[in-house]
């Protein structure tokens, strides 16, 4: 049966490639004559394998803290745009990517999200999440709909107790080393703040299922590194069926996190049915909105969310904002253990604008140091470090056709180190830059963009920013940079270790740090 199944497969994919390589060319000639350079296809791979082997190799050797981390994380499209400009294309297989460099370019692509579409990648990466940030057109609109007022300013202040009782958790972790050393200790920060990240999300989005939401976070995990295993390798159609040890493994996994999600949420849509719930977390208020979506409707169920499609977006909440926040986190504290003015600076708003108040919704706001480090942060080290579109008809994009298929990236991270938009001193930590909000910083240009932009903007920005202050911030009496001066560690000279972070959604580029930081009580 699987032999048959096999043959069948190599013929399809053969009359694919046959079919498949003329309209590759025809792409690519396409894209020359408007004036747009890059290497010429190779069979199947296009670029592929020279930049996968640009990035192992990139990864294959530490580098110094201070050493420049564009090339190390996007090795191949850094060299490729010095090599043929920020007019260029490259060969993702047999797909030809445009280089998206000019910020007037990027505001039009991500404004029009119904034109420029989210590339649809290898189908396992559905059993991670399958939610908002893999949808398009109509399905987009509606989900988007029902989640925006979960993460509406409101909604967000009610979760403060959550991100206050995470930061408590580590803290004290960390003081207990700290006291149990005599004064001064070194810590790897990284674990502490994946868990923190982890925990804030799991109390955020399932409240007193907290635990439960827990265990199925975990889950995620091992799934998701399970999905970066498999993505390291070229797809080929049909391989998910396969009883490999990996395939069954991640089915396995998604079965059993559906299953506890669909559990929690009967149970809370019983809670709400019989009144006995309050409704502040995220599945709460995704529910919430999701009925009073369908009650506008004339209870047409059409118009809300399936529970499977509920299961999803929860899914994705964990993959989104975890990861994510805590990079923002990890290299907040680096930085700030390399620039002690900064962290000195940081200190004292703290403490001004706090008082003897616990953090709240309208004290942390007023943090403008504080978080005008953390733009900085995003600038320097954008957790997400590139976004991917897809055009489905011949579109035009500045003085050009983008044809069918065609796949766009906005390297983020390049356009965020570009000198013509933030100056020769692009590469420095100058939190300065953002005295006068994002826009005068940006020169009122889409060149600022790591939670992206226009409509399909980051549904959880403001979400992650709070966590960010609030983690920094900790509180008046506590507070992180009060109980502790965070030290460079000399035992930090390299990012170098086992421990990935995922830094994009969309790619599977992975950056390797292990984060020693010193801590010495004040
Ligand atoms: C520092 C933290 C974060 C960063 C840098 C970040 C960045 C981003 C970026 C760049 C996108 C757009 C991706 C694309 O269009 O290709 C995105 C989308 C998204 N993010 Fe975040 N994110 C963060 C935290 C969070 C959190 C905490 C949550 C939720 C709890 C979240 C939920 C989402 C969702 C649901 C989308 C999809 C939105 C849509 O397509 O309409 N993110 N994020």
Not at 220 to 240: K, M
Not at 267 to 278: P, S
Not at 353 to 360: C, I, L, Y
Not at 461 to 469: D, G, R, V, Y
């Amino acid at each position: 049966m699987c032999d048959y199944w096999c043959c069948d497969l190599s013929m399809g994919i053969m009359v694919c490639i046959q079919l498949g390589m003329v309209k590759t060319e025809e792409a690519g000639r396409y894209l020359r004559n408007q004036g747009l350079t890059g290497n010429s296809y190779k069979l199947l791979f296009g670029d592929m394998k020279e930049s996968s082997a640009m990035s192992r190799e990139a990864k294959s050797t530490p580098i110094k803290i201070s050493d420049d981390i564009v090339p190390r994380v996007l090795p191949f499209v850094h060299q490729y745009i010095s090599n043929y400009g920020k007019k260029s294309f490259m060969w993702l297989g047999p797909k030809p990517r445009v280089n998206i460099m000019d910020p007037e370019l990027i505001k039009e692509i991500l404004s029009k999200n119904f034109n420029f579409q989210k590339v649809k990648t290898n189908p396992l990466s559905r059993l991670l999440a399958n939610g908002l940030a893999s949808q398009d057109g109509e399905q987009w609109t509606k989900h988007r709909k029902i989640i925006n007022p979960a993460f509406h300013m409101e909604k967000l202040k009610h979760m403060l107790p959550a991100f206050y009782l995470s930061c408590s958790e580590m803290i004290s972790e960390w003081e207990n080393n700290i006291v149990s050393a005599e004064g001064s200790c070194e810590l790897d920060v990284w674990p502490s703040l994946q868990t923190l990240s982890s925990d804030v999300i799991s109390r955020t989005a399932f409240g007193s299922n907290y635990e439960e939401g827990r265990r199925i976070f975990q889950l995620q995990r091992v799934q998701a590194e399970l999905l970066i295993q498999a993505l390291s390798t070229v797809y080929i159609p049909g391989w998910r069926f396969l009883p490999t040890e990996r395939n069954k493994k991640m089915k396995e996994i998604d079965k059993e996190v559906q299953a506890s999600l669909k559990v929690i949420i009967n149970k809370r849509l019983k809670a709400m049915k019989e009144g006995e719930t309050d409704n502040d977390d995220l599945l709460g208020i995704l529910l919430e909105s999701n009925l009073k979506e369908i009650e506008q409707h004339g209870n047409n169920k059409k118009v809300g969310m399936s529970i499977k499609e509920v299961i999803e977006e929860c899914k994705l909440f964990y993959i989104a904002g975890q990861e994510t926040t805590s990079v923002l986190l990890v290299w907040t504290m680096v930085l700030l253990s390399r620039h002690q003015n900064w962290q000195q600076h940081a200190r004292e708003e703290v403490l001004e604008v706090f008082g003897n108040d616990k953090p709240n919704f309208d004290n942390l706001n007023h943090l403008k140091i504080v978080t005008m480090i953390l733009y900085e942060v995003l600038r320097l080290y954008p957790p997400v470090i590139m976004l991917n579109r897809i055009v489905h008809e011949d579109t035009k994009l500045g003085g050009i056709t983008i044809p069918s298929g065609v796949l766009l990236s906005l390297p983020t991270m390049l356009l965020h180190y570009d000198t013509e938009i933030w100056g020769d001193d692009a590469k420095e930590f100058k939190p300065e830059r953002f005295s006068e909000g994002v826009s005068k910083a940006a020169k009122n240009q889409v060149s600022f963009f790591p939670f992206s932009w226009g409509p399909r903007v980051c549904v959880g920005q403001s979400f992650a920013m709070l966590e960010a202050k609030m983690a920094v911030a900790y509180d008046s009496t506590t507070i992180l940079f009060r109980a502790f001066t965070i030290l460079y560690s000399r035992s930090i000279p390299y990012c170098n270790s086992s421990t990935p972070i995922w830094c994009s959604l969309d790619s599977t580029e992975t950056l390797d740090i292990s984060v020693y930081l010193g801590f010495k009580i004040s």
